[in-house]
């Protein structure tokens, strides 16, 4: 078998004294899209952010590509590939939406493509419109395109995505559905963290559900239906 975009074995983090993953495990195939399900506070953010090296303590393995990144620091684990959406955008609100697109350097190191400008205003029409629009003017829905454009811009083949429906106009939900399946029959390898399950049903090839800091359940879509009332057990509130 070809050798994983991202593996995790053992994983434990910490925020401080807080002990966060209890020994995550899961992998990721290139050009597979992942979706971290589970309650709120069970450590799916985490995860994403001790894939990143944006923990405090990190113990266990995190490979990219076959490259151990558990002793790399943030800059380090980016330029292997990898690109961060967090829940809260960081857009800068003083830069226009084309400054801030242009804002992340390429990635030397990354095995992906960097897209164009153009490539990504024609995916993301909205962006193109409103290219000139300070970070504030923007919508939510549009500041999320221009999180995960800006991040297609640098060459990241591995994309970290955090609710990145959340809060959103239906209108725009389908959008951002069309550009992950886009993204996919691209080869691009996503992980994403998700609340709308009816948004992340559908995208993903294999769910794995978090619950007190470790894996619980890990399936592939297919199976999908007959996990559906083990589903309802473990997220619900």
């Given at each position: 078998?070809?050798?994983?975009?991202?593996?995790?074995?053992?994983?434990?983090?910490?925020y401080?004294?807080?002990?966060?993953?209890?020994?995550?495990?899961?992998?990721?195939?290139?050009?597979?899209v992942?979706?971290?399900?589970?309650?709120?506070?069970?450590?799916?953010?985490?995860?994403?952010?001790?894939?990143m090296?944006l923990?405090?303590?990190?113990?266990g393995?995190?490979?990219?590509?076959?490259?151990?990144?558990i002793?790399?620091?943030t800059?380090?684990?980016?330029?292997l590939?990898?690109?961060?959406?967090?829940?809260?955008?960081?857009?800068?609100?003083?830069?226009?939406?084309?400054e801030?697109?242009?804002l992340?350097?390429?990635?030397?190191?990354?095995?992906?493509?960097?897209?164009?400008?153009?490539?990504?205003?024609?995916?993301?029409?909205?962006?193109?419109?409103?290219r000139?629009?300070?970070?504030?003017?923007?919508?939510?829905?549009?500041?999320?395109m221009?999180?995960?454009?800006?991040?297609?811009?640098?060459?990241?083949?591995?994309?970290?995505?955090?609710?990145?429906?959340?809060?959103?106009?239906?209108?725009?939900?389908?959008?951002?559905?069309?550009?992950?399946?886009?993204?996919?029959?691209?080869?691009?390898?996503?992980?994403?963290v998700?609340?709308?399950?009816?948004?992340?049903?559908p995208?993903?090839d294999?769910f794995?559900?978090?619950e007190h800091g470790?894996?619980?359940?890990s399936?592939?879509?297919?199976?999908?239906?007959?996990?559906?009332?083990?589903?309802?057990?473990?997220?619900?509130?």
């Amino acid at each position: 078998m070809a050798t994983p975009a991202l593996e995790i074995k053992g994983l434990n983090a910490w925020y401080g004294e807080s002990h966060i993953l209890h020994g995550i495990d899961l992998s990721v195939q290139s050009g597979q899209v992942v979706t971290l399900l589970g309650r709120n506070g069970a450590g799916r953010t985490t995860t994403l952010r001790a894939i990143m090296g944006l923990t405090g303590l990190r113990k266990g393995s995190i490979k990219v590509h076959g490259t151990e990144t558990i002793g790399l620091p943030t800059h380090r684990i980016a330029h292997l590939g990898i690109g961060y959406c967090p829940e809260e955008r960081g857009i800068f609100a003083a830069l226009t939406a084309e400054e801030n697109l242009r804002l992340p350097p390429k990635l030397t190191a990354g095995r992906g493509k960097a897209m164009t400008e153009a490539e990504l205003y024609q995916m993301f029409p909205n962006l193109g419109e409103r290219r000139q629009s300070p970070g504030t003017r923007l919508s939510g829905g549009e500041q999320q395109m221009l999180a995960v454009a800006r991040i297609l811009r640098t060459g990241a083949d591995i994309l970290l995505l955090d609710e990145i429906s959340e809060g959103l106009a239906p209108v725009i939900v389908q959008a951002l559905a069309r550009m992950i399946t886009s993204l996919k029959a691209q080869g691009f390898t996503i992980v994403m963290v998700e609340q709308n399950f009816r948004f992340a049903a559908p995208l993903a090839d294999h769910f794995h559900v978090i619950e007190h800091g470790q894996v619980v359940e890990s399936f592939p879509a297919a199976q999908l239906p007959e996990k559906q009332r083990v589903l309802d057990e473990l997220l619900s509130v």
